[in-house]
């Protein structure tokens, strides 16, 4: 019982990290706190992401992310694959 909960709690708390790192964050739709798990994005940049997109709509592109002021170009090429803008819609 004991290593079954031993084995839990490594679980619950290594499971964010292993799902943030299989799946790429969408910052059309990710709030502040998801967006502060990307390397580099601290709350004073997850917070200027999401008052930009509110302000200007969704990004078109994960390279967008470069248009938020204190987001440069070499931060958007450091999060590569770590970052989507979602699906896109085949049928427009």
Excluded at 22 to 41: F, H, R, Y
Excluded at 62 to 70: E, I
């Amino acid at each position: 019982m004991k290593r079954f909960l031993r084995i839990l709690v490594l679980a619950l708390t290594l499971g964010p990290a292993l799902t943030l790192a299989g799946e790429p964050v969408n910052i059309n739709t990710a709030d502040a706190a998801a967006l502060e798990q990307l390397k580099g994005i601290g709350p004073a940049k997850a917070k200027a992401i999401v008052d930009y997109r509110k302000q200007h709509g969704p990004f078109a592109s994960p390279a967008d992310l470069a248009k938020v002021p204190g987001i440069g170009e070499k931060t958007v090429a450091q999060l590569g694959s770590q970052i989507t803008v979602g699906a896109r819609n085949a049928t427009k």
